[in-house]
């Protein structure tokens, strides 16, 4: 089978589907009054007095729809902050290759990514901020660009990943004079993906559309006022599709504020048609891309010369009228639940949907969970428990652990049309594996949790770990100790091993040693456990100093060698399962980073971030000591248990019964052997 693009990534994230209703009236959110472009009674905003009427007719168009997800919109610019607005469906993101500036971040660095965000996605009816078009949709940032520094490369980077993303609409609030190969080869791509690309025509008020919205696969979207004229600085050209409301336009913004765009600014323009789209798309999810564009297109509002024009397109944005033009699906799978991005082993779980009616009726007793075990084959379908109305339970079944289920959902109208979640399906599915680790212990250095630092080899000893934001220091143009921490966006500290704040590079360098990173004791309850971090390691060539990873699960009497790491000269992430390491036994974990200048003399620098422990979920078959292994050292405690029909309450022998078969017995034993040659 196929997958579904971006779903394994994403699927924790995406939010559950909502529908509500609203009565006609405008939202109670305090600021709507000043967001004219979704409804203009005339009023004055920034000093101008609107024309009655000139607005996309949002209210009206929440009383056809108010939203729904699951739609991914990605946001391919100079990165989007957080904000109470949308916070819960904004995404970690990503940075391109070329996007410069810390390369784990995708908080916005200029430009108006948190701005076009709440538009887009701003919550709605809640008493707070704004309103945004489409509040339920989940928001991926993808930062191309560092504050005004990038290029077209870059961006076409951005767009790429978007699209592999699984990301339905691409909004790309940027605009460029050129017009690259690439950015073409990626718009190109994204629209064969199955994606929306949507860009401002541009904001110099030339009569020359900008890229990448002169694009054939782009939606090119010029700027009108609250006059329904066109906004000076608008550029124009015949690649120009469709017009939106971008002046004077009151927003979220930066560190969780509301204000306006003090520049004049074509991408709220573009910000606008998203939103609308994504109305459209999770009103109607049975529909394609250019269906989408089309739709929005032929319900524009007709200004300026008849027909399309070189200023407005096909007219003025009019998502009431999109929705009334949208043809009602047939049926449509509500999410109330996120459906699970992964399972607990061998324990039943369960998601609550709808499945409302559109142009069709659900036939009873068709809603289906598709499914197959991976490894394994394809399962019988189970029928999904009606609940009342049309509301359904999805029951997973128990799945073992380290196993993957495959699956999608399916209901058939009294018409014969079958409708799936995800859309795609059966083509792409969703997947969940049954986890074998779960999270006991992660620290990314945020705050204090109580590691603590040794230094040895004299008083003359430097580069002592520190917990601290990273500054960065260079020998030459070589980056020697890391200028950023691991964590994505906000977070900012790292342990590393001296802080750089000027003068000579050496002056912080690590020297003698070795320095010392010790975790605080975490208690484990299994016998295994998966170690996993990230790690920046410097030695000049030719003088290789390696970080040193040992463990102990005695509280720290004794140690055990895990892993040596060399010169990385960047971060990277490493892991290693606890019953790789031979010695270590016990509940009592504590974890060592050592590094030492030796030889002496040498630039040396590490830093550890994002530090995880996950303990094992799964007991593996034949480990009936708790070593996480299977050898001879389980053959007395197996042979302890060889009493026939599983009589004994102990529960070790539980364990013992290795067939299943209801005793412990040489057929067993045959399978006990066997897996010690697995070893």
């Not at 000139?54 to 391919?76: E, F, K, M, T, Y």
């Not at 779980?349 to 991976?374: E, K």
């Not at 680790?437 to 990314?444: A, K, S």
């Amino acid at each position: 089978m196929n997958h579904c693009r971006g779903f394994s990534r994403f699927t924790l994230l995406v939010m559950g589907m909502t529908y509500s209703i609203s009565r006609g009236a405008p939202p109670n959110d305090p600021d709507f009054h000043l967001q004219w472009a979704l409804h203009n009674t005339g009023q004055v905003v920034s000093g101008a007095a609107g024309l009655p009427g000139a607005d996309i007719d949002a209210v009206a168009a929440w009383d056809l729809h108010a939203g729904g997800s699951p739609i991914i919109v990605a946001i391919v610019g100079a990165g989007v902050d957080s904000h109470p607005e949308y916070a819960d469906r904004l995404l970690d993101g990503f940075v391109t290759s070329l996007g410069g500036g810390d390369p784990y971040s995708s908080l916005e660095t200029a430009g108006q990514g948190t701005r076009v965000a709440g538009i887009i996605a701003a919550a709605r009816d809640d008493g707070v901020g704004i309103a945004g078009m489409n509040p339920h949709v989940t928001l991926l940032p993808i930062r191309a660009l560092n504050g005004i520094v990038g290029g077209e490369p870059s961006v076409a980077e951005g767009i790429v990943r978007a699209a592999d993303s699984g990301a339905e609409i691409i909004l790309v609030p940027l605009q460029f004079g050129g017009g690259t190969a690439a950015l073409s080869d990626a718009v190109a791509y994204a629209a064969a993906a199955g994606s929306l690309v949507i860009a401002p025509a541009g904001n110099n008020g030339d009569s020359t559309v900008a890229y990448p919205a002169r694009f054939s696969g782009c939606m090119a979207v010029s700027a009108t006022t609250s006059g329904d004229s066109l906004a000076l600085f608008s550029n124009t050209g015949a690649e120009v599709e469709i017009a939106a409301p971008s002046l004077n336009i009151w927003s979220t913004s930066r560190f969780e504020n509301y204000s306006f765009e003090p520049q004049s600014n074509g991408s709220f323009a573009a910000a606008y048609v998203a939103g609308a789209a994504s109305l459209v798309w999770s009103y109607a999810p049975q529909l394609t891309a250019n269906q989408v564009r089309q739709i929005l297109l032929d319900s524009a509002d007709d200004l300026g010369p008849p027909g399309r024009d070189i200023q407005f397109g096909f007219g003025r944005l009019n998502v009431r009228r999109a929705l009334e033009m949208t043809p009602r699906p047939p049926l449509r799978f509500e999410l109330l639940d996120s459906l699970p991005a992964f399972l607990i082993p061998n324990e039943p779980t369960t998601a609550m949907i709808r499945i409302s009616d559109g142009s069709q009726t659900v036939v009873p007793h068709s809603p289906l969970l598709v499914y197959r075990i991976v490894p394994g084959g394809v399962a019988p379908p189970i029928p999904l428990r009606h609940l009342e109305g049309n509301l359904f339970a999805v029951d997973f079944p128990p799945i073992p652990c380290g196993t993957i289920i495959e699956y999608y959902l399916s209901a058939t109208t009294t018409q014969s049309f079958t409708v799936f979640e995800p859309r795609q399906a059966p083509a792409a599915v969703r997947t969940a594996p049954a986890s074998e680790f779960e999270t006991i212990f992660h620290d990314d250095f945020e705050t204090d949790r109580g590691w603590t630092t040794v230094v040895e080899g004299g008083p003359e000893t430097r580069g002592a770990w520190e917990r601290v934001i990273p500054i960065g220091s260079m020998a030459g143009n070589v980056q020697v100790q890391t200028a950023y921490d691991y964590s994505p966006n906000a977070k900012q500290f790292c342990y590393l091993t001296g802080q750089y704040f000027g003068g000579p590079v050496n002056s912080s360098d690590l020297f003698l040693g070795p320095v010392r990173l010790v975790s605080p004791t975490i208690e484990l309850a299994s016998t295994d456990a998966e170690i996993r971090f990230a790690a920046w390691v410097f030695s000049v060539s030719g003088n290789i100093d390696s970080l040193f990873v040992d463990v102990s699960r005695d509280d720290g009497a004794t140690w055990h060698l895990a892993m040596e790491i060399q010169h990385t000269g960047n971060w990277n992430e490493y892991d290693f399962r606890l019953s790789e390491v031979p010695g270590a036994i016990g509940n009592q974990l504590k974890v060592r980073f050592s590094i030492a200048d030796n030889p002496n003399d040498s630039l040396t620098e590490a830093a550890i971030d994002e530090f995880t422990v996950a303990q094992s979920r799964c007991a593996r078959l034949g480990d009936m000591n708790g070593d996480g292994k299977v050898d001879w050292t389980d053959w007395r405690p197996f042979s302890h248990c060889l009493s026939g029909p599983l009589v004994t309450p102990d529960p070790l022998c539980e364990a013992a019964d290795l067939n299943a078969d209801g005793t412990r017995d040489l057929l067993d034993a045959a399978m006990l052997l066997a897996l010690f040659s697995i070893e």
